[in-house]
């Protein structure tokens, strides 16, 4: 008997230690995915402003060219997607047909020597590649973000921390050149 009233303070000990770890790492998980949202907030916000610049980009270079007309609508159009979607997957998406867009008017404005010569083009060009660099480093500390806390949920005792408390991979990675995020399950 006098056995068992040793090991009665022992257990609670691990029981409370068990417990301190158990809210501290839970306490963390949700810190890192509150990292991530504010990451992207800060990455919605790059691409925001990048389309606004694309938009004027466009108005700037259009100019009665057929070629630009269809552009513009298409940038319209995408800049419409970015603008309605709702999720980072949506979000990066549109952003990739943004930048498809914005490709084809660069590569036709090459071309056009009333534009390569239009200052308010040049400028408006220039402030584009200035927030296509915004849009870099807030994706890559978008990136970073994700992947700390995808890590983290994977590692013990934060994998059985998450998996009690329901914290799931998020696999909305922005890629180098804004393609699709990859793909659940493909590592």
Known sequence: MRSWLIWIP???AAGIAGGIKFAHVRQDLA???????????AVSEALDRRAELVMELAESAKHGSRLHDRIVRDLSTARAALSSALTPVEKISANARISAEVAKLLA??????TL?????FQRVQDELGDQDNEVAVARRKYNESLER?????????????AGVSRFGRIDAYF?????PPIPKGQF
């Open 108 to 113: 036709s404005s090459e071309g056009d020597p």
């Open 175 to 179: 890629t180098t050149e804004g393609g």
């Open 116 to 120: 390569r010569k239009d200052e308010e």
């Open 31 to 41: 810190g890192q995915r509150e990292a991530i949202n504010e990451q992207w907030n």
């Open 10 to 12: 022992v257990l609670l």
């Open 149 to 161: 806390y995808n890590t983290s949920i994977q590692m013990f005792p934060d994998n059985v921390v």
